[in-house]
């Protein structure tokens, strides 16, 4: 696949559950930040400072984001971006995997946590509860909430005219969706992603819903979807590039009524793709 794509709700929320499973309650002994411009909030001195000796209580995911609950009070808060990866150094680890690493944790247990990130447009921030409160209130609604209903999309969309497929990617609006679960998304609901947001009836709206829910939860299933510099926080690919209907398959035949599938950057500057029979 060569679209660059980052990591969205179900790759974030499979690294989080991973690294919750290995690494809660260990506690940190030891910070070296070796690139410091991946930081956010605190310089590497203070977050060096403040990590020290703090437990890790959970790993856990908003919107985008793998967040380290700390049994101080401060998170850990990551953004993958494009390239950013959470290692686990057992000793395992090959050297080139961790040539990329701008900080390494050293755990109670021997093992060391890094964040590698290639590009470097990936960030680690420390904030405080009150920072994490204030700088979290800004995302939308989590789509895996009870809370995230039919009517409350609805009137998502019905507050604005832009195209559809925008609006599920607008992270203040609902959090952790991107371009490959929007399509995908869209394509299930037999929702045209061009459509203004306000046309989508209610009707449209429930199918729409359970849209999202479902592919969201096959896709954390299946450890998300692979794609180039994605990689699990067991440096793995997931498995749901198997099961994308249209992400990816632009000129392929559509899985339910067998028309070529059309790609277009014309809605959004992202690559989408859907079928014009199946989405009008
Ligand atoms: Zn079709």
Known sequence: MSSREVPELPETETIARDLDGAIRGRQIKKVSVRKADVLR??????????????????????AKLVVLDLDTGDRIVVQPRFTGALLIDDGELKQSELNYSTMRLTLDDGRALHYSDVRRLGTVALMNSDRFEEYTSKLGIEPLDRSFTAAHLSAVLRATSQPVKKVLMEQRKIAGIGNIYANEALWRARIDPSRPAASVGLEEATLLRSSIVGVLKEAIEARGTSFRDYRDA???????????????????????????????????????????????
């Open 41 to 62: 909030e605190v310089s590497a001195r203070t977050f060096a400072k403040r990590l020290l000796d703090a437990r890790i209580l959970r790993s856990w995911r908003r």
């Open 234 to 280: 067991r440096g793995e690919r997931g498995g749901f590039v198997e099961k994308l209907d249209v992400y990816g398959r632009g000129g392929s035949s559509c899985h339910r009524c067998g028309s070529k599938l059309v790609a277009t950057h014309a809605i959004d500057g992202r690559a989408t793709v859907m079928c014009i029979r199946c989405q009008h």
